[in-house]
T-cell receptor
Framework: NAGVTQTPKFRILKIGQSMTLQCTQD?????MYWYRQDPGMGLKLIYY???????DKGEVPNGYNVSRSTTEDFPLRLELAAPSQTSVYFC?????????????FGQGTRLTVV | GDSVTQMEGPVTLSEEAFLTINCTYT??????LFWYVQYPGEGLQLLLK?????DKGSNKGFEATYRKETTSFHLEKGSVQVSDSAVYFC????????????FGQGTRLTINP
């Protein structure tokens, strides 16, 4: 059981480039989330999805886009990368049937925009 | 809105010392409370949780009690080990709004032998 898998683990982008961070989960969780973690800060929610075909903005969505065509996959797209998007990105998923249970996190993608 | 405030870090202790990391919260609903731990180079893992007032979550020698009257969920451990060195996040989740987790800023803990 792989859990939540994120790729790549590390990436360096130039300003203005674009990329997609991949996230896949094999636990059949309906709820999926993208967070970013900046140094000395907690995790901030970028986007989330409650099921295939349904996405919504979180706290810090500007500069990002998401899609959810399947239950398993929840890619995060960065268009026109900016230095302010340098961060560690975490994908997470959760069982929709039990609201007080834990979310499972991927190992993160460390992105640097130069 | 919902928020979590954690004790400022970093925290440095000697092995076998007593640990407390303070956490208070503000929530419009009736939240579940969590402590997550992040070891170097890894993602977040659930350490413990509590889902209602006066519940005590425990795991690996760590404990935290859900105190509704003080809106707190402080993390404690009686005798820390070098292997406990990590970043600890307090978080809450409410049933509304897709059960999103709201995190505190994290507390970096270093244990010296």
């Amino acid at each position: 059981n792989a859990g939540v898998t994120q790729t790549p683990k590390f990436r360096i982008l130039k300003i203005g480039q674009s990329m997609t961070l991949q996230c896949t989960q094999d636990m059949n969780h309906n709820y999926m989330y993208w967070y970013r973690q900046d140094p000395g800060m907690g995790l901030k929610l970028i986007y989330y999805s409650v099921g295939a075909g349904i996405t919504d903005k979180g706290e810090v969505p500007n500069g990002y886009n998401v899609s959810r065509s399947t239950t398993e996959d929840f890619p995060l797209r960065l268009e026109l990368a900016a230095p302010s998007q340098t961060s560690v990105y975490f994908c997470a998923s959760k069982n929709v049937q039990a609201w007080n249970t834990e979310a499972f996190f991927g190992q993160g993608t460390r992105l640097t925009v130069v | 809105g919902d928020s979590v405030t954690q004790m400022e870090g970093p925290v440095t202790l000697s092995e076998e010392a007593f640990l407390t990391i303070n956490c208070t919260y503000t929530a419009t609903g009736y939240p579940s409370l969590f402590w997550y731990v992040q070891y170097p180079g890894e993602g977040l893992q659930l350490l413990l949780k509590a889902t209602k007032a006066d519940d005590k979550g425990s795991n690996k020698g760590f404990e935290a009690t859900y105190r509704k009257e003080t809106t707190s969920f402080h993390l404690e451990k009686g005798s820390v080990q070098v292997s406990d060195s990590a970043v600890y996040f307090c978080a809450l989740s409410v049933i509304q709004g897709a059960q999103k987790l709201v995190f505190g800023q994290g507390t970096r803990l270093t244990i010296n032998p």
